[in-house]
């Protein structure tokens, strides 16, 4: 079982930066985890995981600004959110999955999932 909870959201201009944690809490090290994010209105939507290879996957509306990294040390994974648009404006949240087959994770159907955090990008 996995433990899931975020930090990191708030307010900001765009063009702006922010940084999200993700700090997961399980009896083994967590080797899948990832962001998402769900605006009003709208599904939600896969913005950076890590994939069974080790490779990182991003939404293409995010690629060049978002940054996946983690820190296994800490069991805590970052989105280092660069250039932020308004439409980047939603509740992000954390999921995580136990294991090296990120497959769950990838496809959005993993079961530990944080509370979110809010990121609101105004012009």
């Known amino acids: 079982q996995v433990h899931v909870e975020e930090s990191g959201g708030g307010s900001v201009e765009a063009g702006g930066s922010l940084r999200l944690s993700c700090h997961t809490r399980?009896?083994?090290?967590?080797?899948?985890a990832g962001w998402f994010r769900q605006a009003p209105g709208k599904s939600r939507e896969r913005v950076a995981v890590?994939?069974?290879?080790?490779?990182?996957k991003y939404a293409d509306s995010v690629k060049g600004r978002f940054t996946l990294s983690n820190d296994y040390m800490r069991n805590t994974w970052y989105l280092e959110m660069n250039d932020l648009k308004p439409e980047d404006t939603a509740m992000y949240s954390c999921?995580?999955?136990?294991?090296?087959?990120?497959?769950?994770?990838?496809?959005?159907?993993?079961?530990?999932w944080g509370r979110g955090t809010q990121v609101t990008v105004t012009v």
């Open positions: 999921s995580a999955e136990l294991g090296r087959n990120c497959a769950d994770l990838v496809a959005g159907r993993t079961e530990a």
């Open positions: 399980a009896q083994f090290r967590v080797y899948c």
């Open positions: 890590i994939d069974s290879d080790g490779s990182f």
